[in-house]
């Protein structure tokens, strides 16, 4: 069974700081997935990760995966409030089908 | 091009009653997931269909019926709704094993009381 765990859960920080968020899964995948959720909406799509090494930024954000460590990163460069939201990472597997399994997500808190 | 569309929006429930989650995707896209969210356990997969005329089950199925109607719907029934199934539930879908990306519905928030 699949299992993918996030840390930290909770994460508050202040406006200019870095910090990022981990994400750890148990069996190989050839696919990884960060999702934003604002409150009360659906998930908007961050970053697809492909394979081993692969590297995204998009403005502020940036995310990582290494596949031998079974571990992916999003580091948060110089936090702005807008940032403020829940974080998911979500890894696929395919076999007979393709299956997504979510972490329990990392809620971000940027205050001024 | 409306993506994924759910209804409805929000739903009050007595225990006891039924009713169906309806999802509608305009992508073409082969497979179609029934997800719910609750505070603190992220996203599990409640059913899914790989592909028109298959469903499967996921991590939480119980209490749960779908039915894949033709390519672009896939609903979600309750028979007998329990306030252990108060959540919020998201339909997505993908392009199956042969594309990465996934599509989320807005979502339909639902309440058993």
């Known amino acids: 069974e699949l299992k993918v765990e996030q840390n930290p859960l909770f994460l508050s920080m202040q ?14 995948s050839d696919r990884l997935y960060w999702y934003r959720q604002d409150p009360g909406k659906s998930l908007e799509s961050l970053f697809v990760l492909l394979s081993n090494g692969a590297v995204k930024q998009e403005g502020r954000l940036m995310a990582s995966l290494d596949t031998k460590a079974r571990l992916s990163t999003l580091h948060i460069t110089a936090a702005v409030h ?10 696929a597997y ?7 399994t979510f972490g329990t997500g990392t809620r971000l808190q940027v205050t001024l | 091009n409306a993506g994924v569309t759910q209804t409805p929006k929000f739903q009050v429930l007595k225990t006891g009653q039924s009713m169906t989650l309806q999802c509608a995707q305009d992508m073409n896209h082969n497979s179609m997931y029934w997800y719910r969210q609750d505070p603190g356990m992220g996203l599990r997969l409640i059913y899914y269909s790989a592909s028109e005329g298959t469903t499967d089950k996921g991590e939480v199925p119980n ?7 033709n390519k672009r719907e ?5 028979e ?7 959540s919020v539930y998201f339909c997505a879908s ?4 042969s594309g990465p990306l996934w599509y989320f519905g807005p979502g339909t928030r639902l309440t058993v009381t």
């Open chain 1, 15 to 28: 406006e200019g700081k870095n910090y990022t968020i981990y994400c750890n899964y148990s069996t190989t």
């Open chain 2, 80 to 86: 007998s709704a329990a306030p252990s199934q108060t």
């Open chain 1, 94 to 100: 395919t076999g007979t089908a393709s299956k997504l």
């Open chain 2, 94 to 97: 993908s392009e199956g094993t």
């Open chain 2, 74 to 78: 896939f609903s979600l029934r309750l």
């Open chain 1, 82 to 91: 807008d940032l403020s939201a829940t974080y998911f990472c979500a890894v």
């Open chain 2, 63 to 69: 209490g749960y019926n779908v039915s894949r109607l």
